[in-house]
């Protein structure tokens, strides 16, 4: 089955700020063909550890140029990749082909396609809600993680800032891509939030951005659910490995009491680090971050 989907134009990504990365694509990811996806692929092929960055909605990959670099300083390889729906990624057009598993799957195929080993998932948003449920499905492949404001949803509402971000994204079929990022991280300049808004030159490009807040499994019925609850058990009972996890204490729907709640779900989750003036974004906030998880792992000297 062919998809139709949109390519957001080269040039939108000329000239962005302290994001002078080569793209990386592959278009043939089996169920996925022909769809392009894109990822950032840095540090040295042969590293024997991979940090594997997972943005959330409505970002992209340019929300880790932050700690991409610090990651790489450590002698790691860093893999960035863009959803689809989103950053340089092909973007489907059609609202109802955005589904938990359409996502979740094409992340797990391009995992296997770039065979990451000793992977440290580094994850936020849906970055979380889609990549927490992957490494019990491939264990062998994962041996840390880096979480920031996420959550593992199983059927519930997060609460009334979730609530409300959604009813206002429902009113915004072309969303304000740069101007919603400029009120949740107010220290982003004008060319940092412009370059959050490069993938949606048009509202045609926007299906992922609407279609995300939509797919948060807040009632019981929801597809993902089950692999939501698959994976909440996993990680209080079989995970083993050492976990970093930092919040931005200013985030409204995530801040900390979500993340708390997330901390106990989590086997030997240390205390977080709590970025004060970060928000939900809190990869703005990224390079103490990054350092300080990889100061606690040893990475860093």
């Not at 094409?106 to 396609?113: A, C, G, H, P, S």
């Not at 509402?157 to 107010?186: C, H, I």
């Amino acid at each position: 089955m062919t998809l139709e989907a949109v390519r957001t134009p080269d040039e939108r990504f000329s000239g962005l700020p302290d994001y002078d990365y080569e793209p990386n694509y592959v278009d043939d990811l089996p169920g996925y063909e022909g769809l392009r996806v894109h990822y950032l692929d840095e540090g040295p092929k042969s590293a024997d550890r991979v940090f594997l960055c997972l943005h959330g909605q409505p970002t992209w990959s340019f929300l880790y140029r932050k700690m991409l670099p610090v990651f790489v300083e450590s002698g790691a390889r860093v893999i960035c990749p863009d959803w689809l729906g989103f950053g340089r990624s092909d973007k489907p057009t059609a609202d109802e082909v955005y589904t938990f598993h359409f996502h979740r799957n094409m992340m797990v195929e391009l995992i296997k396609r770039l065979d990451l080993s000793n992977i440290t998932l580094v994850c936020q948003d849906w970055g979380g809600i889609l990549g927490l449920t992957i490494p019990m499905d491939m264990p062998e492949r994962f041996s840390r993680l880096l979480v920031m404001n996420t959550a593992i949803p199983t059927g519930q509402s997060p609460g009334q800032g979730f609530e409300s971000w959604r009813a206002y994204n429902r009113t915004q079929p072309d969303m304000d891509v740069a101007g919603l990022m400029k009120r949740g991280t107010p220290v982003l300049n004008d060319a940092e939030a412009a370059a959050y808004a490069a993938p949606f030159p048009d509202v045609t490009f926007k299906a992922g951005v609407r279609r995300f807040p939509e797919l948060v499994m807040t009632d019981p019925g929801m597809e993902g659910v089950e692999t939501s609850k698959r994976a909440a058990k996993w990680w209080q009972s079989e995970w083993s490995g050492p976990t970093f996890m930092a919040v931005g204490a200013q985030d409204p729907v995530l801040g900390p009491n979500q993340m708390s709640a997330l901390q106990a779900v989590i086997n030997g989750c240390p205390d977080p680090m709590i970025v004060e003036d970060g928000g939900h974004f809190v990869q703005e906030w990224g390079e103490p971050i990054a350092r300080a998880a990889l100061t606690q792992w040893g990475d860093l000297s």
